[in-house]
């Protein structure tokens, strides 16, 4: 069966097909991704209406490079899957309208998918790739989360965060700093010549009892400490940097460790643009070899939103048996949409 998947949530377009197997995971036959970063770089950020038009321009031509790549044609795929949700209502409506007027055409069914699930299911795309039970560490832009994955559809949030995730604190506290967009990475790369022990951040909800994540404070003690240096910031910035990525990472590292205790499991992935974080890989995998942990990562270039992980979601749902794809062809979008609703609510 090959499952063709379209990803549109936010500022990148990424199409991809999978092949599924009789036996064994499916496998990906080729991807393409468009990132709109350099548009919204003269923004400082996504601008939804500008990212749904761009999604528009380059969802067919990354399809047609996609389906040549594979050595493929459109009326070999058996189903088209498209993000449903979570993400910007604009640009979930244009893959999801392209995707389902594919499947129309070609007489094909059609299958929403959770973009969070997409990124908790990248890490199978890899070649050390995980098996179940595990733990998941999900971080993606304004999710943070931590789940028990005991199958695929079968989900038990363990904690979340509370107020900013921690993809957002890199990104306001680059932007505090003065940083590009996308902040995120601006931070991560000045960091690394700072000293992460220069300024005493806060680590929110460290000591809490609980798996939950709290990042709005650590921003306003960025912003405070800012205003503090005052014209010494530009000499201090790469410390205030690797300090506040520090802060970030071992939040999430002990968190993470503390999921593990909890559940009992031996086995963690981490999914999501935050988890191509240098520091966060390093930590994580030397706390968890001393515990005798595996870690599991999606390919560092799989990281971010692409085509890739939503046809291997779709894929893998219907291996499981628990998803049918449909020829239902009305869509509907849904820009929030919780990822313990899946395994639960009607499709």
């Known amino acids: 069966m090959l499952v063709l998947g379209i990803e549109s949530s936010c500022d990148e377009t990424g199409v991809a097909l999978v092949r599924t197997r009789a036996t064994g995971l499916p496998v990906l036959l080729a991807h393409a991704l468009h990132s709109q970063i350099e548009m919204h770089q003269a923004y400082g950020g996504v601008v939804p209406e500008l990212a749904s038009r761009d999604h528009i321009r ?4 990354l399809t047609e490079t996609v389906m040549a790549e594979a050595g493929c044609n459109l009326a070999q795929i058996d189903v088209v899957a498209y993000t449903r949700g979570p993400g910007l209502a604009g640009a979930l409506l244009v893959g999801a309208g392209v995707a389902c007027a594919l499947g129309a055409a070609l007489g094909k069914p059609v299958l ?4 969070l699930e997409g990124h908790l299911l990248s890490p199978f795309l890899s070649t050390d790739a995980p098996e179940f039970p595990f733990v998941a560490l999900l971080v993606s832009g304004g999710h943070t ?13 363990l904690g979340e965060t509370i107020d900013d995730a921690a993809g957002e604190a890199f990104d306001k506290s680059a932007k505090l ?73 071992e939040v999430l590292v002990k968190k993470s460790l503390a999921a593990l205790k909890i559940t009992g499991l031996n086995r963690l992935v981490v999914a999501g643009g935050v988890g191509a974080n240098g520091p966060l890989r390093q930590q994580l995998n030397a706390a968890c070899a001393a515990r005798g942990v595996r870690v599991h990562y999606p390919e560092l270039h799989l990281c971010t939103d692409n085509g890739a992980m939503i046809a291997m979601a779709a894929a893998m749902r219907l291996q499981a048996g628990v998803e049918q794809a449909n020829t239902a062809y009305a869509f509907d979008v849904k820009p929030r949409w919780n990822l313990n609703e899946i395994a639960h609510e009607p499709r």
């Open 58 to 61: 380059r969802v067919l031509p």
């Open 177 to 249: 700093m003065g940083l590009g967009y996308p902040g995120g990475p601006a931070l991560s790369r000045l960091a690394t010549h700072g000293d992460p022990q220069a300024f005493k951040l806060p680590r929110p909800l460290l000591h809490s009892g609980n798996l939950d994540f709290s990042f709005a404070g650590l921003k306003t003690a960025v912003l405070t400490q800012a205003k503090k240096l005052g014209d010494a910031l530009q000499a201090r910035k790469a410390d205030l940097a690797a300090s506040t990525e520090a802060a970030i990472v």
């Open 112 to 115: 929403g998918v959770h973009h």
């Open 145 to 157: 989360q931590l789940m028990q994955v005991d199958g695929v559809g079968h989900y038990t949030l």
